[in-house]
């Protein structure tokens, strides 16, 4: 990886910048973060405010200040901020039609070290029980700034997924929603999700296949995946829980016959520390399992 600012420090720099170009723009924070927006926060005490180790408080007074005309943001570890947090979601937020951007950090498994209590694997398919949420999955730091900018913009509800897993390059394209075709290819399409590109494209290095690079999952392009899925057949990557855009492919695909390989973090829980690369093997998200997943599911292809 090529030295470069952490997505954190991209969404800090960020955040930093929108409460000075714009009044109704706040930050809540639940400790995660705040040393970093001190000097924010010294400028303008009444639009960051931390309310300590609290999640479920800080996503009600993110819904209180976006019932005050407020544009607030959230911001915390993903298991902290989507499911302790989530009865907050769904009735301060959701409930109330109440519109805030949340931004997490730790990904599924980022800071394996800290055990399960820091792993949110299922935090997106959670989300995806609520109307309405826009779900941006970065897969660059230099994403993180363009689609920050669109969430707080969209006057809509959006959840920002931050990782500290990285592709080499951004992917400019991406931050507007659109599915980038990376590669082309005839045998199927390959859909890989945020930092699942690098590891996607190394898998699939000289087999016949299209990858795609999104990092704006909800809303999915359907009409895109229409257009690259020509063979039927799809490879979804995504950096969560195995499955979670399933439904959408499905939908995108229905009226002609078609077949869906889902990769992505596994329902068994891994109860072992090491680092995040020692547990991608384990959920076949290492480039040789990748590889080993489409080889198979493109080799049991029906006979025509």
């Known amino acids: 990886m090529s030295t470069m600012t952490d997505m954190r420090s991209r969404f800090v720099e960020t955040v930093d910048d929108l ?178 590109l690098d590891p996607v494209l190394a898998a699939t290095e000289g087999l016949d296949v299209t990858v795609g690079y999104v990092a704006t999952v909800r809303p999915l392009d359907l009409d895109a995946i229409r257009t690259l899925a020509r063979s039927g057949d799809v490879v979804l990557v995504e950096p969560y829980l195995a499955g979670t855009s399933a439904r959408l492919v499905e939908e995108a695909l229905n009226d002609r016959p078609h077949r869906t390989l889902s990769l992505g973090v596994g329902r068994v829980e891994l109860r072992r520390y090491g680092t995040p690369e020692e547990h991608d093997p384990l959920h076949g998200l290492d480039p040789a399992g990748i590889r080993r997943s489409v080889t198979n599911f493109l080799t049991a292809r029906p006979a025509s």
């Open 19 to 196: 409460i000075e170009e714009d009044p109704r723009t706040a930050v809540v924070l639940a400790d995660i973060s705040a040393d970093q927006l001190e000097e924010t926060a010294s400028r303008h005490p009444d639009r960051v405010v931390n309310v300590g180790i609290r999640e479920a408080l800080m996503v009600s007074v993110a819904g209180g200040l976006a019932l005050t005309g407020m544009r607030p943001i959230a911001h915390s570890y993903a298991p902290f901020l989507v499911e302790r947090s989530f009865e907050q979601i769904k009735l301060d937020l959701g409930h109330q039609d109440a519109k805030a951007v949340l931004v997490s950090v730790g990904a599924s498994y980022d800071w394996t070290e800290g055990g399960r209590t820091h792993q949110a694997p299922g935090d997106v398919a959670l989300l995806d029980t609520l109307p309405g949420w826009a779900v941006h999955v970065p897969g660059h730091p230099d994403e993180v700034g363009p689609l920050l900018r669109h969430a707080v913009g969209a006057e809509r509800s959006a959840y920002v997924r931050l990782s500290n897993r990285t592709n080499a390059t951004a992917h400019p394209a991406a931050t507007e929603g659109a599915i980038e075709v990376v590669r082309e290819g005839g045998a199927a399409l390959v859909l890989a999700v945020g930092p699942m």
